[in-house]
């Protein structure tokens, strides 16, 4: 049984389509890169997947069960999708941590509130800081607990959103092109982190612009033309053997640079 | 009279000055905020309403919604205002919420898009998401702007004298019909004290949000 099925999605903004008809499935352990030029609609289907945009039509299956059927949910409450979310974890591409609390309290705001935790709960409180530690120690951040996001580079801050996405244990993780934000050198230390991850099989969507490593990290690459899945498949036959013009254009257009 | 009695009059007029202040901002710092959701409202009516009070309050001059507030009532529904104090109240009131709003909502409006959606997708409701991610923000953006309002407001209050309250300026001016003019011009340094009284409270509530840049 897949963990993630994704039927007929479709979204449009005004009267542009943005994604037309998209529709693909997932395993649990499975990496999924989406490659795609800009304005292809990939963005917007990972935004959909984690309900910040709402599609106007199609049904997302996780684990078998019906998330939700876009049609249909014209009165759904806040509460059920702020539920529903819960199962998509989403890594920005420009961080966005809270700058006001340090590395340790961006990590701990969410589960506390989520679980209501007391301020003279000690031990829930203890339990929660243990697990963004480590968390942060698999990022290798554990040195920078009680830092501020503006002392830490922009990989850093990267590292810190990821490990902030796996505190509340996300079936599927999301990430929005996660190193387009981030200075070359910078790059490494995210991907070393997301590959880490991949290897202790987490499940995780990645749209990115980084043609090598969605070669080398993924078991299934989805490219995007236009708001529709142009082609589909292991990573070898997307970048070794790819069959619509499209994609051989759009491969040779970033391999020049 | 001598110059401590000059002064300790002078002194308990400013009072009313303080008075004015302090009320005014207990009111109108909550009034403010409710005014600026309003005017960001997603609701169309709630939000052309909204605007247009801040428009005709920010567009007319406080003093002439001083004599509004204390005369219109008696005039209009033959119940006149009792106390110069609480006219004098609610047009300051009125007047700063409004200024105060459109501080509100520069600082909201300000903050990031990504602040909210990380919250989302972290699970947090609507109501978390401005007291717990973004109002701290918001605070620190609006401290210089706010200051100055609240600045401008100490001074504000010497125009509460055109409804006949004795505040310092009204009462130093009274001098002048015993050939005193120097109480005039003394009221200064109490305005000047308590002004800087405020820069220096500002400047250590700036510095203790300089822990963090955004």
């Known amino acids: 049984m897949s963990i993630l099925q994704i039927e007929n999605i479709k979204k449009s903004f005004g009267n542009n389509e943005v994604l037309k008809d998209i529709s693909f499935s997932l395993e649990k352990g499975e990496v999924l890169s989406i490659i795609g030029s800009s304005g292809s ?21 996780v684990d078998g069960d019906m998330l939700i059927d876009f049609a249909s949910r014209v009165n759904e409450k806040d509460e059920s999708i702020r539920r529903k979310r819960l199962n998509f974890g989403l890594v920005f591409q420009s961080f966005n941590l809270f700058p006001q609390y ?79 934000a981030l200075d070359p050198e910078l790059t490494g230390e995210v991907l070393r982190v997301i590959r880490e991850l991949r290897d202790g099989n987490t499940t995780m969507i990645i749209v990115t612009h980084e043609m090598n490593f969605a070669k080398n990290v993924s078991d299934k690459v989805i490219f995007m033309a236009d708001g529709l899945i142009e082609e589909m498949g292991a990573p070898e036959e997307i970048f070794e053997n790819p069959k619509s013009q499209r994609l051989k254009d759009f491969l040779s257009s970033t391999l020049k640079d | 009279m001598s110059f401590v009695n000059i002064s300790l009059d002078l002194l308990q007029s400013f009072a009313e000055n303080c008075e004015l202040f302090a009320l005014t901002l207990l009111f109108s710092l909550p009034l403010g905020l409710i005014i600026s959701m309003g005017s960001m409202s997603k609701i169309k009516i709630i939000k052309y309403i909204t605007k247009s009070f801040v428009w005709v309050i920010r567009g007319t001059p406080l003093m002439l919604q001083l004599f509004v507030v204390f005369y219109v009532p008696g005039l209009v529904f033959g119940i006149p205002m009792k106390s110069r104090m609480t006219a ?42 401005f ?83 955004s």
Request: charged residues 20%.
């Open chain 2, 131 to 213: 007291f717990k991610v973004v109002l701290m923000q918001v605070v620190k953006r609006i401290i210089p702007p706010m200051s100055n309002e609240i600045i401008t407001l100490v001074k504000d209050t010497s125009l509460a004298r055109v409804i006949a309250i004795s505040e310092i300026l009204m009462t130093a001016t009274e001098y002048t019909s015993d050939g005193l003019i120097w109480p005039l011009f003394y009221t200064a340094i109490y305005f000047l004290a308590f002004c800087g009284g405020l820069t220096l409270l500002f400047n250590f509530i700036e510095k203790k949000f300089d822990y963090y840049r």
């Open chain 1, 102 to 180: 340090s590395i340790l309290k961006n990590l701990t705001l969410a589960v506390q509130l989520l679980e209501n935790v007391k301020k003279s709960d000690k031990e829930k409180i203890k339990a929660i800081d243990d697990h963004a530690l480590d968390l942060l120690k698999r990022v290798g951040l554990e040195d920078k607990v009680n830092a501020y996001p503006c002392e830490l580079s922009g990989g850093q801050q990267q590292r810190v959103a990821i490990a902030r996405a796996l505190m509340l244990s996300p079936k599927i993780l999301c990430f929005d092109e996660p190193t387009s």
């Open chain 1, 41 to 61: 609609g990939k963005t917007t289907l990972l935004r959909c997947l984690n309900f910040l945009e709402t599609a106007e039509f199609g049904k997302i299956y």
């Open chain 2, 88 to 129: 004098a109240l609610i047009a300051f009131v009125i007047n700063y919420a409004a200024y105060f709003s459109e501080i509100y909502r520069g600082g909201i409006e300000s903050i990031p898009k990504g602040q909210y959606e990380a919250g989302q997708v972290l699970g947090m409701t609507k109501s978390q998401i």
